[in-house]
Nanobody, 121 residues
Framework: QVQLVESGGGLVQPGGSLRLSCAASGSIFSIRTMGWYRQAPGKQRELVAGITSGGRANYADSVKGRFTISRDNAENTVYLQMNSLKPEDTAVYYC???????????????WGQGTQVTVSS
């Protein structure tokens, strides 16, 4: 049993900051990549940022310079620091993890429940 739980979403004014967290727990053998996706009403789900177990990060062009992804491998937790937020950042943000569990099962796209981020004045 593996769970991903996101936290840190909420309402913030344009230009403000928010920090999202996602903690993986349960029968985890290893986690390779972790990432954040988002989906706004009427739009397709998109990759926001991803990070490897070694700390290599990649970002969507729309968030480069504003968002920073990081992770704590010891705690199986990934973070997304979001600065200079814009109304177009409003979406449900989902955590994703590439998980191998203790039974040997491999899950390249294990998802959390999502957390709402709303950027509005």
């Amino acid at each position: 049993q593996v769970q991903l739980v996101e936290s840190g979403g909420g309402l913030v004014q344009p230009g403000g900051s928010l920090r999202l967290s996602c903690a993986a727990s349960g029968s985890i053998f290893s986690i390779r990549t972790m990432g954040w996706y988002r989906q706004a009403p009427g739009k397709q789900r998109e990759l926001v940022a991803g990070i490897t177990s070694g700390g290599r990060a990649n970002y969507a062009d729309s968030v480069k310079g504003r968002f920073t992804i990081s992770r704590d491998n010891a705690e199986n937790t990934v973070y997304l620091q979001m600065n200079s937020l814009k109304p177009e950042d409003t979406a449900v943000y989902y955590c994703n993890a590439e998980v191998t569990d203790d039974s040997g099962g491999y899950y390249p796209g294990y998802w959390g429940q999502g957390t709402q981020v709303t950027v509005s004045s």
